[in-house]
């Protein structure tokens, strides 16, 4: 019953750089960068300061509080307290920034430019944005990590030689990367890897997300086979602060399976699992302020909260699972609201208040939608919604502003919208096109809260 694009949900196949049967490990760090295309000069410091082998960071000496802004732009500054020495970043190229040193002493640097690569991304935008900056993977060949701004300049980057497959930050101000399907990093704003983790015997793909307790869930695909048919299920595994797998959680685990049957859901995992139906594609994993973990299976329709803690002997039991009509699960809400049925999501969080926002790709009618719903009991009543002006069939998400709003990505458009609490248009805008090549599908554009 699906059509040819539903069909090719995700198609992007996967790859699996690095990836071996044997128990993921955690190396010394070390800078696992490329620098494919570079063309640009460091950037340039009167003597305060210093530029470094990157364009667009610079070291500055100093005990106490530093700030800094692009010339002309208070209100962008950023600051940040150090002992010894600063690190400055979150600037854009060839653009003098002004940096106030703890003294009260003013100097100004001169960022570079980019590699061509990294450079060959443009982003135009309109309206005022609540979000400061995105961290998002570079559309143009989908091999960076790239940090744009409210007005879609590129602010900081960190170049790979693999496919940058998910992107999530942390408390600690880094960037938790998975590059293809068999390698996870953890990043500092240096762009020094604090963790570099391969060997793992199952493939990682989607998404990643980071506890309180500094946890690392890291969704995977296996082979299961139920009366004579293979089917593609999901779990996660869990790496601790040190990288080391503390635990692991298989959909499998949790589902009669009577349900499965092998109808042909879509091509995503062709490669690695020939002949395998993907049944359930996960497609998110967040971790919710309640300590819990929610995941998202776009081809059941289904969206699940776990328990968390992995550290705890009840972690991964299912407290609930939100489901629209079709899906192979039951549901233990009742759908109630304005349109509040959901086809083939991707993306689900919940927020501080037990809400939860889901991003509807929709079906072949329908345009893309972000969700907002209320638990109560037995029913989840969908209280804000924002429609996109087109489907976006494939990827996408939604995030929760700080005032209520909602930011959309719409993938196969490459483009990114922001609305206000009440708003049936978008308050901000950002398009993203490429000068070298066509544009790939943009996964997702992450809100960077540092």
């Known amino acids: 019953m699906w ?9 992007q196949t996967p790859d699996d750089p690095g990836a071996s049967p044997d128990t993921p490990t955690a190396p010394s760090p070390t800078a696992h960068t490329a620098d494919s295309g570079r063309t640009h000069d460091s950037g340039t410091s009167p003597g305060l300061c210093q530029a470094t082998d990157h364009p667009l960071r610079f070291i500055c000496p100093g005990t106490g509080t530093f700030s800094w802004w692009p010339e002309g732009e208070p209100e962008r500054t ?39 690569r990294v450079g060959a991304m443009f982003a135009t935008t309109s309206g005022t944005a609540s979000t400061r900056a995105l961290a998002l993977p570079n559309p143009c060949d ?49 762009g020094h890897d604090i963790l570099n983790v391969t060997g793992f015997s199952r493939p990682l793909h989607h998404d990643l997300a980071r506890d309180d307790a500094g946890n ?16 593609v299920l999901d779990g996660l595994i869990v790496l601790d602060r040190a990288g080391t797998p503390i635990a692991e959680w298989d959909l499998r685990d949790h589902l009669d399976p009577s349900i499965l049957f092998p109808d042909d859901r879509g091509l995503y995992w062709d490669q690695r699992f020939p002949g ?19 995941l998202s299976f776009r081809w059941m329709h289904a969206a699940m909260h776990l328990r968390g803690d992995p550290t705890s002997p009840d972690f991964g ?72 002006p087109q489907r976006c069939a494939i990827q996408g998400a939604v995030y929760p502003t700080d005032d209520d709003g909602a930011l959309l990505t719409c993938s196969q458009a490459g483009s990114v919208r922001e609305y206000g609490p009440a708003d049936t248009d978008p308050r901000w805008s950002m398009d993203l096109t490429c000068a070298i090549g066509p544009r790939r599908l943009l996964n997702r554009a992450v809100p960077v809260p540092f």
Not at 89 to 114: N, Y
Not at 144 to 171: C, M
Not at 281 to 294: F, L, R, Y
Request: charged share 20%; aromatic share 8%.
């Open 216 to 231: 690392t869930y890291l969704l995977y695909a296996d082979e299961f086979t139920h009366d004579s048919v293979d089917y």
């Open 317 to 388: 039991e299912v407290e609930w699972v939100l489901a629209s009509p079709q899906s192979d699960l039951p549901s233990d809400f009742d759908l109630v609201g304005d349109d509040p049925t959901f086809d083939g999501q991707h993306h689900v969080s919940v927020d501080d208040a037990g809400r939860v926002w889901l991003y509807d790709n929709g079906d072949p009618e329908d345009v893309s939608r972000g969700l907002r719903y209320q638990l109560d009991g037995d029913r989840a009543t969908v209280d804000a919604s924002w429609a996109l």
């Open 78 to 116: 950023r600051t940040t307290e150090a002992s010894g020495e600063a690190l400055i970043w979150g600037i854009p190229a060839d653009t003098p920034v002004v940096v106030e040193l703890p003294s009260g002493q003013r100097t100004t640097v001169t960022p570079g430019s980019l590699p061509v």
């Open 276 to 294: 395998a139906v993907d049944f359930s594609h996960g497609n998110s994993v967040e971790v919710a302020p309640d300590g819990g973990v929610t």
């Open 3 to 11: 059509i040819a694009l539903l069909l090719l949900a995700c198609r």
């Open 142 to 190: 989908g091999q960076d990590l790239l940090v744009v701004d409210d007005l879609g300049r590129i602010i900081w980057y960190q170049e790979f030689q693999a496919p940058v497959a998910a992107i999530a930050t942390t408390p600690d101000d880094t960037f938790l990367v998975l590059i293809g399907n068999g390698r996870f990093l953890e990043i500092d704003l240096a």
